[in-house]
């Protein structure tokens, strides 16, 4: 299995500008995790999917933030409009039910920079 | 207040000096806690899961212990290719795991 695919690996944008992040869970995943980790905040929950659907995004930071996860193979996580404090490294996880609790699986991240 | 607290932040270590890293939490319906190992540049890894206080869990040089309020990984003889930063993460009910900010480990030959 290729694992969690995520893509650009890194990205780097002016402030103002739209951000795209995308994850390819691994097949038969049925939750999607997407963390942000900064060394000042550590990893920090952003919004989770089970079977497509959001089911917490408590942890989005404001409305600039969106995710979506149109089928079981793609997940996005957009930044409109990305300001200088959205610099990180942001990660997207998988887990299929059943396997263990919360044994996740995390792509290799993609680093965000915004000037 | 944070639920989730590692130290040391950062551990030099020379090759063969064993040691201990701590992770301390404070919720109160604990399901498990969680051990990674994160390299440079990668994802964390998971390392192991540990499910009641006296727990204990080995994979190689690495020995994860649990009691009611902290875990310790215990590290023998490590090798330089230990060198990681090690993650520590709880689950409360069915809640997404909460993560500490990590261990920056460095095992010098």
């Known amino acids: 299995d290729a694992g969690v695919i995520q893509s650009p690996r890194h990205e780097v944008t002016e402030m103002g500008q739209e951000v795209t992040l995308r994850c390819k869970p691994i097949s038969g995943h049925d939750y999607l995790f997407w963390y942000r980790q900064t060394m000042m905040r550590g990893l920090e929950l952003l919004i989770y999917f089970n079977n497509n659907v959001p089911i917490d995004d408590s942890g989005m930071p404001e409305d600039r933030f969106s995710a979506k996860m149109p089928n079981a193979s793609f997940s996005t996580l957009k930044i409109q409009p990305s300001e200088p404090r959205d610099s990180a490294v942001y990660f997207c996880a998988s887990r299929k039910t059943g396997t263990g609790l919360e044994k996740l699986f995390f792509g290799s991240g993609t680093q965000l920079s915004v000037l | 207040e944070d639920q989730v607290t590692q130290s040391p932040e950062a551990l030099r270590l020379q090759e063969g000096e064993s040691s201990s890293l701590n992770c301390s939490y404070t919720?109160?319906?604990?399901?498990?806690l969680f051990w990674y190992r994160q390299d440079p540049g990668k994802g964390p890894e998971f390392l192991f899961t540990l499910y009641s206080a006296g727990e204990e869990k080995e994979k190689e040089r690495l020995k994860a212990t649990l009691t009611k309020k902290e875990s310790f990984l215990h590290i023998t003889a490590p090798k330089p290719e230990d060198s990681a930063t090690y993650l520590c993460a709880v689950q409360e009910g069915n809640t997404p795991l909460v993560f500490g900010k990590g261990t920056r480990l460095s095992v010098i030959a």
């Open positions: 919720v109160s319906g604990l399901r498990g």
